[in-house]
Every structure is written in C-alpha cells, then in structure tokens.
C-alpha cells in the first residue's frame, strides 16, 4: 500500500522555497536594506538641507515638517512587497522543514493494506530520527540511531518507485528466516502465537473479515486474514535476492539479506508487499510510524498504535 504526503514531493517543494525566500532574507539583510538606509539618509539630509534654507530666508517651516520628515523616512525605508513576504515567510518555511525533515513527518493512508491498524484516511505522524539522522531529499542515513525490530510499523520508499512512500510493519530483519506456511508466521523456527479475535467488518465493502492477534517476538498486533483468499503469492517479481526466497502452494520461506528487511501488511490477504516486490533496504527507510493525529471522519482513531 502506497502512503502519500500531504503534497506530492512536498520536500523538495519546501527546500526549494525556503532557499529561495533565505536567499532574498540574506541578500535583504546585508545588502538592500544598508542600500534604502542610504538613500534614506542622503534624501533626509536633503530634506534638512532644504528645510534649514527655508528657515535661513525667513519662512518658518509647515508645522506637519517634522511629520512629513518621519514619513518620507519610512516611505523610503519601507521593502517592497516581495522582500517583505519573503522575509515573512523564510522562518517560518524554515521551520517546517526542519521538523518534517529530522523530527516528525505527516502522512496519509489512502488504501486498506494495514487495515485494522490503519485505517483509510488515518492522517499519522511518523518519527524520522528513531532510526537514524537522513540529510532531507537525499534520504541519506548520516548519524545512526537504532535499526528497525520486528513488529515495528514502518514508511519506506517503495523499492520500485523510490518516489512513492510505503507502510508496512517490519516482520523480518536481517539474518531473520521467514515462513509464511498456510497464512501463519515462523521467524527464526519460533512459531508465531495468534489468538482469535471477533471478525472485522470492512464498512467499504461490507464484507467479514477473519481477525486474529498475533504475537511477533513480543510486539501485540491485530490481523486480518480473508479465508476466500489462497495461501499460496501469485506472481512474485524477479526482485533482487529473489534467489533467498522459495515458494509453494501453501506459502514461501525467505532468509532476509545483511541490511534489509522484509515487511507485510496486516491486512495479510489485501497487502501488495515484500511477498510480492521483494525486501526493503535500509537506505529507502523514511521512519517510524507511531500516531493517528487525524481522521476527519473518526476522531475516535486519534492516538498512538502500534
């Protein structure tokens, strides 16, 4: 399931503008501004010059001088229109780039592939440093934090479209095997524990859904399973590792790659994932996901998940 921003490539939009409004701040600061100061002086002292041979001639001075003077200076001090938005503006887009870059990032979900930990239309925050420290844009991990452990949920540029996001919850690291045999999980030869739940109702489209919680090494979760669906993944992709994972009718087995990682959805018979397109590298991790700030259509969903 692709998740997207709340604009198309909004960071590269928001660095490009905060360049653009701090260079107009910089070239304001050290360079315009001196030169209306001193076209400001050199008419102010015109004014005076004037106003002292008035004075000298003997003709007193209009009494709204010393207004007109103060006026004249701030006409004459006063940025055009384009310094003074930019001005405005640059702090301001500043800020925001720096928290969406390094602190926290919103995202969408606009598809049903981790329903029901996520729901259609759940606006999230994601945690951009838990995992590391990324120069924006780049996405180029620079200070190391912690790795992804399984159970985490996790964004991630799509690794066949590395300019589309991705959620999907980490369900193996590296070195991890992975069994998914007749819609239930091994990892490492430790049989994952599920425990059954009420069946979910998918208000879309109206339809049942099997619901288990399954335990993965420690990490509770909710599950979704269609039992119309088969076990088996229908066409796989020729992925890179592909050669690390095997599969049957009732299933696949996987070894994850030095530095990848291999997700699933949680709504395990509707999710397009690591089953289908392969393992996700640590160099495309955008963060951690952790809280339902929004949905415009169930305020209920706001609060942490996991």
């Not at 000298?56 to 001088?65: F, N, Q, R």
């Not at 702090?91 to 329903?115: C, D, H």
């Not at 291999?262 to 999710?271: A, P």
């Amino acid at each position: 399931m692709s998740v997207q921003s709340l604009l198309g490539n909004f960071a590269l939009i928001l660095f490009v503008l905060m360049v653009v409004t701090g260079v107009i701040w910089f070239l304001d600061v050290f360079f315009f501004s001196k030169q209306r100061r001193a076209r400001a002086d050199a008419a102010l002292a015109e004014f005076d010059s004037r106003a002292a041979r008035l004075s000298a001639d003997g003709i007193k001075a209009d009494a709204g001088s010393a207004g007109g003077r103060a006026a004249l200076e701030s006409k004459l001090l006063k940025q055009p229109a384009w310094i003074e938005y930019s001005g405005s503006f640059f702090p301001v887009i500043a800020l925001v780039f720096f928290l969406r870059s390094f602190l926290y990032e919103p995202f969408k979900i606009p598809s049903s592939s981790m329903v029901p930990t996520l729901l259609v239309g759940d606006l999230i925050l994601v945690n951009k440093f838990t995992y590391g420290i990324r120069l924006p844009i780049v996405n180029k991990k620079v200070i190391s934090i912690n790795d992804p452990q399984r159970g985490d949920v996790m964004v991630f540029k799509y690794p066949k479209d590395m300019t589309v996001d991705y959620i999907k919850r980490v369900v193996g690291v590296p070195g991890d095997k992975i069994v998914y045999k007749n819609k239930r999980l091994t990892v490492n030869g430790e049989e994952i524990s599920y425990k059954t739940l009420p069946d979910f109702l998918d208000d879309e489209n109206l339809t049942y859904y099997k619901q288990l919680e399954e335990n993965l090494t420690g990490v509770d979760h909710k599950i979704l399973n269609d039992e119309r669906a088969p076990s088996f993944v229908p066409n796989p992709d020729n992925f890179p590792h592909r050669e690390l994972c095997s599969y049957n009718a009732e299933g696949f087995a996987c070894t994850v790659p030095p530095g990848e990682y291999f997700m699933m959805g949680d709504n395990r018979d509707n999710s397009l994932d690591s089953r289908y397109w392969g393992f996700v590298p640590d160099q495309n991790i955008v963060g951690k996901a952790f809280f339902v700030w929004m949905n415009l259509g169930n305020l209920k969903r706001i609060g942490a998940f996991h």
